[in-house]
């Protein structure tokens, strides 16, 4: 067995020290030693973006990333949306529009959604389908989950939202 | 889905890289953007001993223009090259290419270096390449040598690279006025790789083909150079009638490996198809 190295890192905003085997994935790294258990592992082969985490400003699959190559680096995963007991907007759209059904890809979505927003915060729907390429749903058609990001898109740009399922008021976790 | 151990390297400069694979040899894989090597290690279809990181060598990196040629560092990224100004306004092809390749995440890490040194003839870099006449800059512990586009593919996952050496740089000459360029891909779903491909690179002067240069991805055992089709429309006016001819020649080139993307029928019809695809649009483009 190789020798384990130490990997600094900050998770969330926490900084983290993990000592890892070069060959662990990043995946396995975040919901086995750092129970970090919103990525999920979907197909494993870097097709499904379940394990979707932002890295340095990037969307990722941490099934396709050495925990070694994260060093010095800044991770972002659905563990950090929530704030202050407030869901994030793109959490809230993705309630209020229900972006979700069985939930398994959700925290990948939301993450991925996340980056796109911060580089073209007012996306077309066509946009939205082509940089949301890499996350796969096999339950809602996508239709909602696009309609979840246009909702956060709209109100991280300060507009008013109006939702198409007016079920859930004042959420809060 | 784990690999097999190894040891990981990380230099933050090019001599450092080459140094590193020079003392571990054959046994060293370099790490590029990794979304065709770490698959292929968790598989177990790969087992290097050392993996040389380079993500942390800056100088691989960047886009500048320079002496007429666009030069693009190995290790820049292809959402680096769909977000690049500079190539939005000097070279439009590529960042149309790299759109075609993959998925969001994937363009994140996946590096046009990597793309192009794998060696895959799936990959659709190495024929866009051979359109624009590239060449790309090696350079091992002997210093640099620069190998154009043409002479590098050698076969399936066999490149002009030699043990020891990095693809450093890719250089690519800016297109002269009057030309266009396009790159047309035909592919089953979002992330797959072509079932047929052609890179078309086209210059028109007073309605005849002054240049033409046709690549095709996918369709054999490396990227294949069209020669005879692009000679074919030299002097000619782009019609109907001489896009037909050139689509033939080209398909007569063909060698594709039957898969579930097709048969080998099926993938030189759609050749074929993509060349004609790629001609038109270039041809539009002329004017620009």
């Given at each position: ?173 | ?262 048969d080998e029928e099926y993938k030189i019809a759609m050749a074929g198809q993509m060349v004609e695809r790629a001609l038109k649009t270039a041809l539009a483009r002329c004017g620009a």
């Amino acid at each position: 067995m190789a020798k384990k190295t130490a990997v600094s890192f900050k998770l969330n905003g926490a900084a983290i020290e993990v000592l890892v085997e070069p060959r662990e994935l990043l995946i396995h790294t975040l919901r086995e030693k750092l129970a970090t258990t919103g990525p999920h592992i979907g197909c494993e082969t870097s097709h499904c973006g379940a394990c979707t985490v932002d890295l340095d400003g990037t969307s990722v699959k941490s099934c396709t990333i050495l925990t070694v190559q994260c060093e010095g680096s800044e991770l972002l995963t659905i563990e950090g949306f929530a704030k202050g007991g407030q869901l994030h907007p793109l959490q809230e759209g993705f309630t209020q529009e229900h972006g979700l059904q069985c939930g398994f890809c959700t925290p990948g979505m939301i993450t991925r959604a996340y980056r796109l927003l911060q580089e073209n915060p007012n996306p077309t729907e066509e946009e939205i389908r082509y940089w949301m390429a890499g996350n796969l749903c096999r339950c809602t058609g996508y239709q909602n989950i696009v309609k979840a990001i246009q909702y956060a898109a709209a109100k991280m740009r300060g507009e008013a939202v109006e939702t198409s399922h007016p079920l859930m008021e004042n959420v809060t976790v | 889905m784990i690999p097999r151990p190894f040891e990981y390297h990380a230099p933050t400069t090019l001599p450092d890289a080459i140094a590193l694979l020079g003392q571990y040899g054959d046994d060293a894989k370099l790490l590029a953007g990794g979304h065709s090597l770490l698959p292929m290690m968790k598989l177990r279809f790969a087992a290097p001993g050392h993996l040389i990181d380079l993500n942390k060598v800056a100088e691989l990196r960047g886009i500048t223009l320079e002496g007429g040629q666009v030069r693009i560092g190995s290790m820049t990224t292809e959402n680096e090259i769909i977000f690049s100004d500079v190539l939005a306004a000097n070279l439009p092809l590529l960042p149309e290419v790299a759109r075609q390749i993959s998925d969001p995440q994937v363009r994140y890490r996946g590096t046009l270096g990597g793309d192009i040194s794998h060696g895959d003839p799936a990959n659709d870099h190495p024929a866009v390449m051979m359109a624009l006449d590239a060449e790309f800059v090696l350079r091992g512990p002997g210093g640099e040598r620069i190998v154009p586009a043409t002479a590098f593919f050698l076969g399936t996952f066999e490149t002009a690279l030699a043990p020891g050496e990095v693809m450093t740089q890719i250089r690519i000459p800016l297109p002269a006025p009057g030309t266009g360029a396009s790159y047309a891909k035909l592919k089953r779903k979002t992330g797959d790789f072509a079932t047929a491909a052609a890179a078309v690179v086209l210059r028109v002067e007073a309605g005849n083909c002054r240049d033409a240069r046709i690549a095709l991805t996918n369709l054999g055992p490396t990227p294949l150079l069209a020669e005879e089709a692009a000679s074919s429309l030299l002097g000619k006016a782009v019609d109907a009638k001489t896009m037909g001819e050139a689509a033939r020649l080209a398909m007569a080139i063909c060698d594709p490996a039957p898969d579930l993307r097709g048969d080998e029928e099926y993938k030189i019809a759609m050749a074929g198809q993509m060349v004609e695809r790629a001609l038109k649009t270039a041809l539009a483009r002329c004017g620009a």
